[in-house]
Each structure stands twice: as structure tokens, then as C-alpha cells.
């Protein structure tokens, strides 16, 4: 199956080029001049790399970074006219995967494009988890139920994640809290319990794996 790839770049010189030299290496590809119609297409279409430009109209690419991170561990390459080390610095603290100063060979992108979406195919193999049913993929934080996609919050997905990487270990609250929230969070530790039950709404038929464990926490059991 063919690879699709978003170029976003508000530079129509840029990306057409950039549409070319894909195109002519077999994949598919859709184009964005903005960050706001990024979004879209990337919520509409089924996307496996993203070429992201920093500066842009509307939404610059920081920002599309940031939100798709809040969601998916998407490849993402930026692309931006600037060369100062903390720009580069910013866009790999926002979770860029590889970077690209302009003026660029085209020909260096498209190699970087097929390292990158190799080694997130060799990560995907070995990173996806199934349960009867339930299936974890850490890669790209999705989870489904049946075949089916499930839409948890981000904390709901690192507390399931963190009880299926300790599967039939007793996990008290304490721990949970400071895996999951971090040790400076100082909420309530009854925010354990209430993201507890509404993930186990989520599971439905699965709910049963995640074992209460009376007066400690939780544990997360196949059964």
C-alpha cells in the first residue's frame, strides 16, 4: 500500500516541487498552504508523514505540531528558512522527528522521508499490544476495541498504558498518580479513581481487566 504524505507549505513554488519529486517516487500525496487546513486533512485523510513548514498563514507549524502531538507520534519533518540552533532546539521540544533548513535538496528529503517512515514501520511491528480484542498501539497511541477506534483522553491512554506495561503487578494509587500525573502534580489521589472508572466505561467488555486491588489501587489482568 502506497505511503501518503502531507506537505504543508505556504510557498506554492515549494510545494509543488516538493509534490513532484513524491509523486514520482510512489506516493501519495496531499497539500496544504496552512496550518488550519493541515488539521483538516489530517483528521480527514488516513496520513502517514507529515512535511511541515514552520512559518505560515493562519496557523504556523509550531502550533500544528503541538496539536497533532496531543494525539498521535505522527513522523513529522519540519521545514523552515531559518537556521538559528533554537529554532531547531523549539521544534524538536514540540516532538519533531527530523528537521530541514532551507534551501534543501529535495532528493536528501525524499531519503529522510523513507528512513523515517522505515524505521516507524519496524517501531509499529514491535510496539502494538493485544488483549482478546484490545489492542495498544504505543507508536501511535491509538487503542482499539474490536477493530474498533477508541477516543481517550490523554491521560486515559498513558493510565492504560501504564497498567498493561505492569500487567498482574499491583500498582497503588501513589504510584499511578506520579507515573501518569507526574510526582509534582498535587491534585487529589481520587483523580486515580474517577479516570479509572471512566476508561473502564470505555473498555465495555474489557473493563473486567483492570482489577481493583482493595485498599492499595489497581491491576491490570487479562481474564
Not at 515549494?14 to 501519495?28: A, H, N, P, Q, S
Request: charged share 30%; net charge neutral; proline share 3%.
Amino acid at each position: 500500500m502506497k505511503k501518503a504524505i502531507l506537505i504543508v507549505e505556504d510557498e506554492i513554488r515549494i510545494r509543488f516541487l516538493l509534490r513532484d519529486y513524491f509523486l514520482k517516487e510512489g506516493f501519495v500525496i496531499y497539500e496544504a498552504e496552512n496550518g488550519l487546513a493541515a488539521l483538516n486533512l489530517y483528521k480527514e485523510k488516513k496520513i502517514d508523514l507529515i512535511i511541515l513548514d514552520i512559518m505560515m498563514p493562519i496557523m504556523d507549524g509550531l502550533t500544528v505540531l503541538e496539536k497533532i502531538r496531543e494525539v498521535s507520534t505522527l513522523p513529522i519533518i519540519l521545514l523552515t528558512a531559518k537556521s538559528e540552533e533554537d529554532d531547531k532546539l523549539q521544534g524538536y521540544a514540540y516532538g519533531a522527528d527530523d528537521y530541514m533548513t532551507k534551501p534543501f535538496s529535495p532528493k536528501v528529503l525524499v531519503a529522510k522521508v523513507k528512513a523515517l517512515l522505515k524505521r516507524t514501520r519496524d517501531d509499529v511491528d514491535s510496539s502494538s499490544q493485544e488483549y482478546n480484542g484490545l489492542t495498544i498501539n504505543k507508536l501511535s497511541r491509538e487503542v482499539k476495541l474490536h477493530s474498533e477506534p477508541l477516543s481517550l483522553s490523554p491521560k486515559e491512554y498513558e493510565l492504560l498504558v501504564y497498567l498493561t506495561t505492569n500487567e498482574s503487578i499491583a500498582l497503588t494509587r501513589d504510584n499511578i498518580l506520579d507515573h501518569v500525573w507526574g510526582i509534582d502534580y498535587y491534585g487529589d489521589i481520587r483523580t486515580v479513581d474517577t479516570n479509572v472508572k471512566r476508561l473502564r466505561e470505555k473498555l465495555c467488555d474489557k473493563a473486567t481487566y483492570i482489577v481493583t486491588v482493595r485498599g492499595s489501587g489497581y491491576r491490570f489482568e487479562v481474564r
